[in-house]
Structure formats: C-alpha cells, structure tokens
C-alpha cells in the first residue's frame, strides 16, 4: 500500500533553515507522480508550496517562497526533500508532502505532517 | 494570490443533509474541472474524498457528492453521521502561474 512518511517535528530560530522529508513507498517513486508541498499554519487553511517532479527533479513554486524553499529528490532513497530557509515565526506549521495522481488531477496520499516551529 | 472562500463552519443532525460552498473565480474554480474536497480530522493529514468536482475514490462513501455551478462549487454529505464530523477543505487548480489554491475549510458539526 502507497505509504509516505515523513521525518520529525523541528524547532527552529528564526533566520534559521529546515529540511524535511519525505519516504515513499508502495509505489514507482519516478513513475508519473509527482510530490507536491502543502503545509497548515495553526488554525489557518492548507497553502500549496510547490511540487518536484520526482522522476526528472524538476520543480514548480508558488511565488509566496519563490527564493526561500527548495525540494530535491533522492531516487535511491524513494525520498522527497523540502527545505526553507530565512525561517520566521509566520513559518510555523505542519508541512505535508502529498503525491499528484493524474488519475485523479488531485492529491491522493498524504505523508503524516511534520510540525516546524520556529522560535527565539 | 486569491484564495477560495469557504463558509467556517455548517452543521447539521444525524441523517440530515448539508452543502459546502467554494467560491472562486472565473480563472479557477469557473474554468477548470479540477476541483477537489478533503476531510482533515484533527491532528491528522487530509483525506481525499471528492475529485474533479463530482468524482469519488475508491473506497469512499457514496454520502458524499460534489458539484459546481459558475464560479461556485459545492460538496454535499448526505445521511449525515457522527464520524462526518470533521473540517472540509475545497482545493482547485488555478493554471501555471498560481497552481493551486485551497478554500478555509469548513468545519462541520454533527448535533
């Protein structure tokens, strides 16, 4: 069964970076899926970050990050990165990679969340 | 960047029925198919349940409906349960340039 699994909780300063990741499995990780990157401030509605198209690594963003995030791939690891750096308390969230189907147009998987904090 | 405007909250009793409303624009919930609606119970990632506006997955209660009209789109529960109590995010593809855009989500409320 398709499974994405994602790393830690992190608490961060501000100005400071994080990565996160994420673990696919039960499915061709470079097969015609894509990764996308939503997170959920707390109490306000999911925001689309952007996707990584993990077969070729290419990459889209919205352009609230444009500059400040990066999602890399590492196809060995069936493992989806997403870093954001020059971290502000607005950054604190749960941050969710989900898998594109273009069976469904949608987002079909979901990893479990990982809560970044930042904090001075 | 726009958003997609949900009401905050609905509710209704057991059995009852209830409509979500998602409002967008002309460049995104109005011209495109691709809507989408999610159930997020608390602490929990989102759930797909409805896809391209009226779509069901697999495995997924036939309770659930969704449809659109205009620049409006709408998912309805039907024979409302306890477990339907949750939050319900609409989400639509907005072209190349924004992508995609999530409503406020609507938190509902069995009684």
């Known amino acids: 069964q398709v499974q994405l699994v994602q790393s830690g909780a992190e608490v961060k300063r501000p100005g400071a970076s994080v990565k996160v990741s994420c673990k696919a499995s039960?499915?061709?990780?470079?097969?015609?899926?894509?990764m996308h990157w939503v997170r959920q401030a707390p109490g306000q509605r999911l925001e689309w970050m952007g996707w990584i198209n993990t077969g070729n690594g290419n990459t889209k963003f919205s352009q609230r990050f444009q500059g400040r995030v990066t999602f890399t791939r590492d196809t060995s690891a069936n493992t989806a990165y997403m870093e954001l750096s020059s971290l502000r308390s607005e950054d604190t969230a749960v941050y969710y990679c989900a898998r594109y189907s273009g069976t469904y147009a949608s987002f079909d998987y979901w990893g479990q969340g990982t809560l970044v904090t930042v904090s001075s | 960047q726009s958003a997609l405007t949900q009401p905050a909250s609905v509710s209704g009793s057991p059995g009852q029925s209830i409509t979500i409303s998602c409002t967008g624009t002309s460049s995104d919930v109005g011209s495109l198919n691709f809507v989408s609606w999610f159930q997020q119970y608390p602490g929990k990632a989102p759930k797909l349940i409805i896809y391209?506006?009226?779509k069901r997955p697999s495995g997924v209660s036939n309770r659930f409906s969704g449809s659109k009209s205009g620049n409006t789109a709408s998912l309805t529960i039907s024979g409302l349960q306890a477990e339907d109590e949750a939050d319900y995010s609409c989400?639509?593809?907005?072209?190349?340039?924004?992508?995609?855009?999530f409503g406020g989500g609507t938190k509902l409320t069995v009684l």
């Open positions: 391209e506006v009226s």
């Open positions: 989400c639509s593809y907005a072209g190349t340039n924004t992508w995609w855009m």
């Open positions: 039960g499915y061709t990780f470079t097969s015609a899926y894509a």
